[in-house]
Structures are given as structure tokens and as C-alpha cells.
């Protein structure tokens, strides 16, 4: 099934010009860019993008990981999308994935793992509203 999904290239990432081979590896990987842009966010943006954490104890330290510079955000595209990109970026703790995935290739450490992925239909249609707020999901 064509599904779509969330990706993000984070602050760290973007601060060692990793973005055009970040790009290059998804691409490689069957998907489609549907919708792409390059973001500061505002506290608030990144307060509501890491919502589902504001009771976790790393909550303060994420988002103000994701103010520390621009992010990319790209509205992917593909079958099993969502599934797809979770083999392709591997585990959150970047010593943990598998070698050629993006956080094995080029993260640092659990919150410095340079990219994000939406884990969930649910999680896409949220982030996607704080990121893309006018983009009608299809």
C-alpha cells in the first residue's frame, strides 16, 4: 500500500552538511520527495513536535537539541512507507543499528542520531500538522 510518512533531518545533521547525502540514501531507497523545507523552529513547534515525551525526563534537553539549528523536514513517499523508513534510518541509539542505516552512518548518540522518522500513521498526521500546517494528508 502507498502510504506517506514524516522525515526529518535534525540540528546535527544539518550542522555537518550531511543533508545532501541524508537525501541521496532515502532516494536510494525507493521514495519519493512529496513535499520538502528547511525550518527553524520556533519553541512552540518543537514543544508540540515532541509532545508525546512532555512527561519523559528528556523532554527539555530534546527540544532544545532541535532549536540548536534548521531542520529539513520532507513529506516522503512510497509503499509501506512508514515501515520502510524505520529499517532505512535504524534504531534511535545509532551503536545499536544495523551498519548503512542513516543513525549507524552518521548519528552520535541516542539524541544526536541525526534524523527522525514518524513511528505511526497517528504520529504522522500530528507532525505533519506542526510542520506542514497546511498540507491536506491524503
Given at each position: 500500500?502507498?502510504?506517506?510518512?514524516?522525515?526529518?533531518?535534525?540540528?546535527?545533521?544539518?550542522?555537518?552538511?550531511?543533508?545532501?547525502?541524508?537525501?541521496?540514501?532515502?532516494?536510494?531507497?525507493?521514495?519519493?520527495?512529496?513535499?520538502?523545507?528547511?525550518?527553524?523552529?520556533?519553541?512552540?513547534?518543537?514543544?508540540?513536535?515532541?509532545?508525546?515525551?512532555?512527561?519523559?525526563?528528556?523532554?527539555?534537553?530534546?527540544?532544545?537539541?532541535?532549536?540548536?539549528?534548521?531542520?529539513?523536514?520532507?513529506?516522503?513517499?512510497?509503499?509501506?512507507?512508514?515501515?520502510?523508513?524505520?529499517?532505512?534510518?535504524?534504531?534511535?541509539?545509532?551503536?545499536?543499528?544495523?551498519?548503512?542505516?542513516?543513525?549507524?552512518?552518521?548519528?552520535?548518540?541516542?539524541s544526536?542520531?541525526?534524523?527522525?522518522?514518524?513511528?505511526?500513521?497517528?504520529?504522522?498526521?500530528?507532525?505533519?500538522?506542526?510542520?506542514?500546517?497546511?498540507?491536506?494528508?491524503?
Amino acid at each position: 500500500m502507498i502510504e506517506q510518512t514524516l522525515f526529518i533531518i535534525k540540528p546535527d545533521a544539518y550542522k555537518e552538511k550531511l543533508v545532501g547525502k541524508i537525501v541521496t540514501k532515502i532516494e536510494e531507497s525507493g521514495f519519493k520527495i512529496i513535499k520538502m523545507t528547511l525550518k527553524k523552529l520556533t519553541r512552540k513547534e518543537a514543544e508540540n513536535l515532541y509532545y508525546v515525551h512532555r512527561d519523559r525526563d528528556f523532554f527539555e534537553p530534546l527540544v532544545l537539541f532541535i532549536l540548536e539549528a534548521p531542520i529539513i523536514a520532507l513529506i516522503l513517499e512510497r509503499e509501506n512507507a512508514i515501515e520502510h523508513l524505520r529499517g532505512v534510518i535504524g534504531k534511535t541509539n545509532p551503536k545499536e543499528s544495523e551498519p548503512g542505516t542513516i543513525r549507524a552512518l552518521y548519528g552520535t548518540n541516542k539524541s544526536r542520531n541525526a534524523v527522525h522518522a514518524s513511528d505511526s500513521k497517528e504520529s504522522f498526521i500530528r507532525e505533519v500538522s506542526v510542520l506542514f500546517p497546511s498540507y491536506s494528508i491524503t
